[in-house]
């Protein structure tokens, strides 16, 4: 059980799942949403809320926001495969990555736009995590059409940061970077190449082409 925002989620974690609940039942009564898993016949997995299913297109879910700081946003929904556009447990690491960037441009004070390559992106943690300075440009690279344009909404939502500050790539993460290695070795290619890189790649997954 999770509490997100306004939201309490049941989804199943294997790894969880022989331990024993802490909470008392009526605690596991209050919960809003709760994921099922598709079964071996190819059942898909879906979404419930009370004894109606829903999907991301709902409207009860459509104001559905986490904020994390003040220069991070993301909104939520019930994401097909039980996912709810979020990684909570990558908070320490963005914590990381914006206290490391902001470090090195107080101690590094030349005019150059610092550039990351945040691959495997996802909704967009880590590309907001990184842009704490006007000097941060960030390429935010990831396979999924759909998890690109839901990045793009939560950075919608964050007045500090101008939309130019982040080029967004839909690409496989492998063939693009391998492009980049190419592209910034030739004489015209960029001389200062990325600063940070992000790579969060996932157990198994798919390029943009369903490889």
Request: a neutral charge; proline letters at 5%; aromatic letters at 10%.
């Amino acid at each position: 059980m999770e509490q997100f925002g306004d939201f309490r989620v049941c989804r199943p974690c294997p790894i969880a799942a022989n331990e024993r609940r802490l909470l008392p039942e009526s605690e596991w009564a209050k919960v809003d949403l709760t994921f099922h898993l598709g079964d071996a016949s190819g059942t898909p997995g879906y979404w419930n809320m009370g004894n109606r299913v829903v999907d991301e297109e709902d409207a009860a879910l459509a104001n559905w926001k986490l904020s994390c700081g003040d220069h991070m946003a993301f909104a939520l929904n019930a994401f097909k495969g039980g996912q709810v556009g979020v990684f909570p447990e990558q908070l320490s690491n963005w914590q990381w990555i914006g206290n490391t960037i902001r470090n090195y441009l107080k101690y590094n004070e030349a005019s150059e736009t610092f550039q990351v390559l945040n691959g495997f992106a996802y909704t967009g943690g880590s590309t907001m995590a990184a842009l704490v300075h006007p000097r941060v440009q960030v390429t935010h690279l990831d396979a999924a059409k759909t998890s690109v344009a839901a990045a793009k909404k939560n950075l919608e939502m964050i007045s500090s940061v101008h939309p130019a500050s982040v080029r967004w790539i839909v690409d496989d993460c492998l063939t693009f970077t391998g492009r980049e290695i190419k592209r910034r070795a030739e004489p015209a290619g960029r001389a200062a190449g990325y600063h940070g890189l992000i790579f969060d790649p996932p157990a198994f997954g798919r390029d943009n082409k369903g490889n």
